[in-house]
Structure formats: C-alpha cells, structure tokens
C-alpha cells in the first residue's frame, strides 16, 4: 500500500459518495485540501450537504463523470460493472477501496478504532466528542452524522485518530491502531464470512493488530475474546461494561431527568467519577464506560473526572434513537437499529424512557440475507412493542430475494393483542396517520430509507 503522500489526490472520484461509508471519507478529504467529487444513485441529504460545500455530485453513474479524476475510492457495493470503475481501469486511474483510503489518513496517527456489531457508531461518536470537547482536535470517521460535531468525518490537528472499524468485508484489518475496543460479536454480515467462525477469526486478527485493547464484558464473545487476550498478553487489555468484575465498570445506575441514567465510573478497586449519561438505555451505559476507558487511557493527561463531565453534554447520532419531533401528541423516534439484537435494545430504551405510553414500531428489513438468517429472531425481537407494522425488505446490493419477505417475518410472530401487517413505502403513513392516537411513541426502525416517512408525519 503506497502512502498518502506517493499518491495523486488532485482530485479524487467516490464512488457512492453520499454512502454512510464515504461521506465521512469526503469530509475528511475537503479538510485537506482535496478536490473532490463523486456519483450515488440517491444522493439525498447527504449528497446536497457536499454540494454546498462546493463538491460535484452526480446523480448516477457514468464514465463521462470521471472528468479529471486522478484517483478512484470505491466502496463495499460498488460491482465490476459499474461504468465508472470500467472507465477508470482503462484510464490506468489509480483505484482505492474506501477503508484503504481513510487508513491512509489516520494510520499515520494515533489510531482508536471501535469495533462490533453493533454500537460502534455511538461509541466512535461518544470518543470522538469527549476529545474534541477536551480541546485535543482529534480526525475521526463515524458511519453517522455526530450532532455533537455537526458531521461525520474530520482531519484535526491533534495526534488522535478516532475510527469506526466496519467489519464488514474485513474493511478493519486496514487499520493498526494504537487502541481496538470491540462493543460485541454476533452473527451479521454472513452473507460475506459464511460462517460465525470465520467472521470471530477476523475480529481476533482485528484485535491482534492494536497495541491496547478493550473488550466489552457484557456480551458473551467479546468477553471470551477479551480473556483470551488477556492470557496471552498479561497487561494492556481491558473488559468493561455494567459486570461487577469488569476492569471499568458502572454501578449504581439510576434513571436522571435526561432521559438516561446516571451512574458511577469504577476503575479497578478505584471511583473516577459520578457520570451523567442523557443517552437512554442499559447498553449506552455500556457504550459511554467504553468510551471513557479508551479516553481516559489514551489521555492520561486529562483527569478523568473532565472526561466524565463532559459527556454529560454528548448529544448523540443522527438515526440513533432521535427524537425527530411530536406532532398530535404522537413522539416520532428514528432509530437506525437493524439487527435483532440492537431492536430489542432500542424498544428497552424507549420502554424505560417513555414508560407508560404506547409503543409503536415501524420497522423495514435491511436486506434478504440478513432478514433470512435472522428471521426467528426478528420476530421475537419486538416484545416490548404495543403494536408493530413491517415494511417491505429495503434492497442493498443483492439481487436475489432468496424467496424470504416481510410477511414470514409476520407470520412466525406472536404478539397477542398486537396487529401487525406489512406496509408499502407508499402507505405507511396513511396507514400509521389512522392508528397512532395522542401519546404514543412511533418509532421508525431500519437502516434503509425508513427514515423518509418522518417527514410525511410530521
């Protein structure tokens, strides 16, 4: 891999550009100077945030787009036949997948990377936040729009790189960090591995490549990793989390007037501090402890009672669980939970939260593979929800159905008392605009475009 600096970035080409994946890599290419531009086929918000920041976004892809470009960054979805990619081989224009490009920009410095299958956003979001508000101008990369930050990706002047670590497709092993801190490891993205083992196999080369290592104590995998690292390497490896014997730990946890918990930050045998959390849930106490671990090890010279205040200001991640507005006296939650497991968290959270209104979820499957591995499970997974409505399976990159639905999502559940039915993009909100009554919390579930429907509701 040549370095940064052996490379022509006088003008870059992104393929996917208004992607989770390369919008942040975009950002962070305009904050050195790069001329950039790129092509997606849904643009969207993302798409016109560049644009008014002076980048070229097509609408689509074709080899006239290219103009200029001397270098090429594809992404995960992109296929041998897009006519751009085509276009740019025969041109010899230098081509870099997207985590070989971001590796470039923050290999070089120190590297915290969070991985797992899920909460890595958050708890990218929550370090990348702590060290700014602490005035060390980290670069980071977050699949999501920090409200803290108002962005997702930027190179600062400070010698911190914060980086959320995709597994997919072993996009992580790109990065050498100086500290890895795995959320958890469950089964998604078998699509790709095959097999739970060979995508465990990847996460513990992802872990092997980092000087320092954290490993959450709450899920199962990751804590049976994290033991075995421990074993092996004797010091610099930490399980966190709410067990009692976790290295840094939070106990005595209570709700707060925030809409999340309160708790207190253990060290070992030592208190750090008192902590403030606004974000809801048992799990986002789990992300935050996380998150002051590695910034209280990475930052020895900040103490950390200022790391455990200022999270008390962390606002949180675009599409997870915001708060998108109330109207009619109906809340409307969108939530970017797409894995069984992150539903049942974020209905926990919003059942602690807004306890004693009604829930209703409105969830869309991201993607057959994922929905047909998990198919039980999605539909034991909304237990805490007073009424459920399935949207179509929102399509990736696949082109096969794998003859699997919404509606066997439907059929294996059993939800006394609670209706449920499939919708169409088209119909969901007549459909919910005739069922949500006056103090209920609708929350929009998915990866896909759900997020779109707010705006009809709202």
């Not at 010698?159 to 990065?175: N, P």
Request: glycine fraction near 8%; charged fraction near 20%; hydrophobic fraction near 40%.
């Amino acid at each position: 891999m040549p370095g940064l600096d052996e490379l022509d970035t006088s003008h870059v080409f992104l393929l996917g550009i208004a992607g989770a994946g390369q919008y942040p890599l975009a950002e962070m290419l305009l904050d050195i100077g790069c001329k950039i531009s790129g092509s997606d086929l849904k643009p969207g918000e993302n798409g016109e945030r560049l644009r008014q920041r002076g980048v070229t976004v097509y609408e689509g892809h074709d080899p006239s787009n290219l103009k200029d470009a001397t270098l090429l960054v594809t992404t995960a979805a992109s296929t041998a036949n897009n006519p751009e990619l085509i276009e740019a081989q025969a041109r010899g224009i230098r081509t870099l997948t997207n985590a070989q490009m971001v590796a470039l920009l923050v290999n070089s410095k120190r590297c915290l990377a969070i991985a797992g299958t899920h909460g890595k956003t958050t708890t990218t979001n929550l370090v990348a936040a702590l060290l700014s508000r602490a005035e060390l101008e980290p670069t980071f990369y977050i699949g999501g729009i920090s409200r803290d930050l108002g962005c997702s990706g930027g190179m600062g002047k400070g010698e911190y790189a914060v980086v959320e670590a995709d597994e997919y497709a072993r996009r992580f092993l790109e990065y050498r960090p100086d500290a890895a801190l795995v959320n958890n490891i469950e089964g998604d993205h078998l699509d790709y591995y095959g097999d739970f083992e060979t995508l465990k196999a990847a996460f513990h080369q992802f872990a092997t490549q980092s000087r320092r290592l954290f490993f959450c104590a709450d899920e199962p995998n990751a804590r049976l990793m994290g033991e075995q690292f421990l074993k092996e390497r004797g010091s610099g490896v930490y399980l966190y989390g709410l067990d009692g014997m976790a290295d840094w730990r939070a106990a005595n946890i209570e709700s707060n007037s925030l809409g999340g918990n309160d708790f207190t930050l253990w060290q070992g045998k030592n208190i750090q501090a008192r902590v403030s959390l606004a974000l809801p849930g048992l799990h986002n106490v789990s992300n935050a402890v996380g998150a002051l671990a590695m910034c209280i090890t990475a930052a020895p010279h900040i103490p950390p009672a200022k790391f455990c205040e200022l999270i008390s200001e962390f606002q949180g991640t675009a599409r997870r669980f915001e708060v998108k507005g109330e109207k009619n006296g109906v809340l409307v939650v969108d939530d970017y939970a797409h894995h069984p497991t992150e539903i049942m968290a974020t209905l926990a959270s919003a059942r602690q939260r807004y306890s004693g209104r009604r829930l209703v979820a409105l969830f869309q499957p991201h993607t057959h593979r994922r929905t047909k591995t998990f198919l039980n499970e999605f539909a034991a997974a909304f237990t805490q929800a007073d009424r459920v409505l399935l949207m179509e399976i929102f399509r990736t990159r696949e082109t096969d159905t794998l003859g699997v639905s919404s509606e066997d999502i439907l059929s294996l559940m059993q939800h006394p008392g609670k209706v449920t039915q499939v919708v169409t993009y088209q119909n969901a909100s007549v459909i919910l605009k005739e069922i949500l009554q006056p103090g209920d919390v609708l929350l929009m579930l998915g990866a896909g475009d759900i997020w779109k429907i707010a705006d009809l509701l709202l």
